[in-house]
């Protein structure tokens, strides 16, 4: 099987990012548009910061917080389920121990057009909270519904599944954030511009490893093809990129996939039957304080013969089998069953290392997103439930 056979729509927006970086950062990063969007009397006034969005816009708007916190110097941010806001969160929680105006509501649509969207910005304005759309499409029910609207201005092309907007969407919140913080005191304006620059600089870093990534995955895409069953580990703000990544496999070959945590792996997704059946994904930063939990982590993968594969910026891949392994029984199905004493070996996929931990995000996502779209197109599976043919980016259906 050759690679060139199986490109698809993931592979040709990945591919985007290498004009994409600059072009995306210019139109976020825009002083006076941010001007216009926010203001500096409103930026500096704000305290408090809530981001949402359905699907794909709320794993960038976890992904961000830390990258929010980091810029803008505000501690109290979260990123609530949509739902959980729309419904669930009171005036109370939401205000935090802010005055209404000292806080604002951002929600994610790269369409504008979810309904979770323009009622959680609706409920911001009932509340009076500041309220902004990140989108590209300002004309739309959730631009409508906003005092204000942030239009990323991503350049027409392949959005199937969506790549290309999720990180259009991260590097508007990141230089919301940096505005904010420029406009409180927590950086200048050199840092600023700097934060820019590193935006599309740690892109091209990445960008410069692509093919050899590209044809890693398409081998593990070959090595993972009759499987059907996935899972993807991340914690901190990578548990948002794994989420992403999970939402690919499932869009992309319709197969089973969750993401979880290195804890939780151990106290749940150690129990599953038949484990060497997934495949696993694991993302991890060499200098993540979950480190040692990540090893076991991995560790209990290899166990278990699932064929895993370690997305990592670590310089020395190694760090996460050098430890030896202990003779252990574990329960599963009602059987004892000794753990085997000679350790299967994870792929390693190694990415650039980003300029601060928060920024990760930006790339780490790409690497299992890649597998996913090969995995199924190796499996010859058209995406979205047979709807939409990633050779020719076109829906051919319901």
């Known amino acids: 099987m050759k690679k060139q056979d199986y490109y698809n729509s993931v592979t040709d927006q990945v591919k985007d990012l290498q004009n994409l970086a600059a072009i995306q950062a210019d139109k976020c990063f825009d002083l006076a548009k941010l001007d216009t969007v926010l203001g500096p009397d409103t930026a500096k006034k704000i305290k408090r910061v809530i981001i949402t969005g359905c699907g794909d816009s709320y794993s960038a708007a976890g992904a961000m917080i830390p990258a929010i916190k980091a810029l803008s110097g505000l501690k109290k941010c979260n990123s609530p389920d949509i739902m959980d806001f729309c419904r669930y969160y009171s005036p109370l929680r939401v205000a935090k121990g802010c005055e209404m105006d000292e806080v604002l509501v951002m929600s994610i649509s790269f369409s504008g057009s979810a309904d979770r969207v323009a009622e959680a910005l609706t409920k911001a304005n009932d509340l009076g909270c500041e309220s902004l759309l990140i989108t590209r499409t300002p004309d739309s029910k959730g631009g409508r519904a906003a005092k204000r609207v942030f239009n990323v201005e991503t350049p027409d092309g392949c959005n199937s599944p969506g790549l290309r907007s999720y990180y259009a969407s991260m590097v508007g919140i990141m230089a919301l954030s940096a505005y904010i913080g420029l406009h409180n005191g927590t950086l200048d304006k050199g840092r600023f511009f700097e934060v820019k620059q590193q935006v599309t600089d740690y892109t091209l870093a990445f960008m410069k490893e692509f093919e ?185 259906g319901r």
Not at 284 to 301: F, H, K, W, Y
Not at 323 to 332: A, M, N, S, T, V
Not at 333 to 343: A, H, I
Request: charged share 25%.
């Open 212 to 396: 050899r990534i590209d044809d890693q995955m398409f081998e593990e895409a070959l090595r993972m093809k009759d499987l059907t069953k996935f899972e993807v580990i991340g914690d901190w703000n990578e548990g948002y990129s794994a989420q992403f990544v999970e939402q690919k496999f499932i869009e992309c070959g319709g197969v089973y996939c969750d993401h979880t945590t290195s804890e939780e792996f151990a106290h749940i997704s150690f129990f599953f039957r038949c484990p060497n059946e997934f495949g696993t994904v694991i993302l991890i930063n060499e200098d993540d304080p979950s480190l040692s939990r990540m090893v076991a982590t991995i560790d209990g993968c290899l166990a278990q013969h699932r064929p895993t594969l370690i997305v990592t910026d670590a310089a020395d891949p190694s760090i996460f089998t050098q430890y030896p392994w202990q003779d252990i029984l574990f329960e599963r199905t009602g059987q004892r069953m000794e753990r085997s004493t000679t350790p299967d070996v994870p792929s390693v996929c190694r990415i650039p290392k980003a300029p601060a931990r928060w920024m990760s995000p930006l790339v780490d996502y790409i690497p299992g997103s890649l597998l996913a779209g090969y995995q199924a197109a190796v499996n010859e599976k058209p995406y979205f439930c047979g709807r939409y043919d990633f050779r020719t980016q076109t829906w051919t």
